[in-house]
């Protein structure tokens, strides 16, 4: 049986409480108390209480949990640059922020959902279904959420797009900044890079870093391959990177289906290919996500989601503005410390990404802050996936 979606989730401010509700033709029901959910209404979550001591509600919390985290409620569809037989590396890299200028830009900035950059729903849902748990005299001490007394966890990660991050050594501004404050990070990398890589991926290996996989080749299409392709591809890769005992994935550009999820079961350990709330490059309108900071599972693959708002959407909103990214990654980075969630960031060290000046500087301050709180669980996503694993009774 799937570990729960739902249970086994605290928080340190839990300021919802349930009161019965006649007011709605729809009958009796619930108030949350206004304010506390991210929507400034109250709002009212129908329930029955059918003998003392049990709260029904009446919908199913984990069935709605499992279509957002699964994103089941996105317009289906392929993006048409999916069929591109191009690595995304042969455009021009002003081509490229372009497009991103044009096509999701003005998702982020629109009214929506899931909100940007926070989205609070899922979680909102999970402290519904613990104060249902209160009042029903059922609720159980959950395990710890994050291990050694921390209330949040902090995982920096980077993908490698390009040969040229080798060729001119652009990780090491990353990897210096985050070594400097004692922190390391995973380093994501396409198998069509090995011979060029290999070496860095050495160094940042022995300086105590995870290595980890970004697809055969960076294009559009990997995701949309047969699930069995997808699986022998993972297997070559979980070989050739054998050295460095790869446990994660991150798929080119995001793109990500229920087939690649199933042909990396088994292979690798984690996925890391999901953003809590984003806009996908020609995806479906609007925007999309998991809706939840917090690592789940898709069948017997972990997933952690990108829950800091990712350089690639943060530069065709900002520029190189380093006082602007600081300060929406500050602000997400508050939030999901204040829900005891995962804070998951992602950087390229690619030239006209995360390696320019403004972005460096903004990555110093993101860095800085998870450095200097005590609370936080400082951890390579390897580590997330072993202890999640582990919380949730799940074999390795
Ligand atoms: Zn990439």
Same mark, same amino acid.
């Given at each position: ?64 949990? $499992? ?30 922020? @372009? ?8 998702? %982020? ?169 984003? @806009? ?7 925007? $999309? ?22 350089? %690639? ?15 929406? $990654? ?45 609370? @936080?669980?400082? @951890? ?17």
């Amino acid at each position: 049986m799937s570990p729960s979606l739902v249970r086994g989730f605290h928080f340190p401010a839990e300021p919802i409480t349930l009161r019965p509700w006649t007011g709605s033709p729809a009958g009796p029901g619930v108030y949350i108390e206004p304010g506390v959910l991210a929507t400034p209404e109250t709002v009212a979550i129908p329930f029955t209480q059918p003998e003392p001591g049990v709260v029904r509600l009446a919908w199913d919390p984990e069935a709605s949990v $499992q279509r957002l985290v699964t994103e089941a409620y996105v317009p289906a569809g392929r993006p048409w640059h999916s069929r591109l037989a191009v690595p995304s590396g042969w455009i021009p890299s002003a081509v490229r922020e @372009a497009l991103l200028r044009a096509s999701v830009a003005p998702r %982020l900035r629109a009214e929506g959902f899931p909100g940007w950059p926070v989205e609070s729903l899922v979680e909102d849902i999970r402290t519904i279904v613990r104060a249902a748990e209160a009042a029903s005299g059922r609720r159980r001490s959950p395990e710890p959420l994050w291990p050694g007394g921390h209330t949040w966890a902090a995982v920096l990660s980077h993908d490698f797009d390009s040969l040229d991050a080798f060729r001119h050594d652009r990780w090491k501004a990353l990897a210096e900044i985050e070594e400097a404050h004692g922190l390391r990070s995973s380093w994501h990398v396409c198998s069509e890079h090995l011979p060029a890589a290999f070496r860095a991926l050495e160094t940042l290996a022995a300086r105590g870093h995870e290595i980890a996989w970004h697809g055969p080749r960076h294009d559009y299409r990997f995701a949309f391959r047969p699930t069995e392709r997808i699986r022998r591809e993972a297997a070559a890769a979980a070989l050739s990177l054998g050295a460095f005992a790869p446990r994660g994935f991150r798929s080119p550009n995001f793109l990500r289906t229920p087939g690649l999820l199933a042909g990396l079961e088994d292979v690798f350990g984690y996925d890391s290919s999901a953003r809590d709330t984003a @806009a996908e490059l020609f995806g479906a309108p609007g925007r $999309q996500g998991c809706c939840t900071v917090f690592p789940f599972f898709h069948g017997r693959l972990l997933e952690l989601p990108v829950t800091i708002p990712d350089d %690639l959407s943060i530069r065709c909103l900002y520029g190189d503005d380093a006082e602007r990214i600081a300060t929406v $990654q500050a602000g997400k980075l508050g939030w999901i410390r204040s829900r005891a969630g995962m804070a998951l960031a992602l950087t390229h060290p690619e030239s006209w990404i995360s390696v320019t000046p403004g972005a460096l500087k903004a990555y110093g301050k993101l860095v800085e802050a998870v450095a200097a709180d005590p609370d @936080a669980w400082r @951890a390579l996503p390897r580590d997330v996936e072993a202890w999640w694993r582990g919380r949730s009774g799940a074999p390795t």
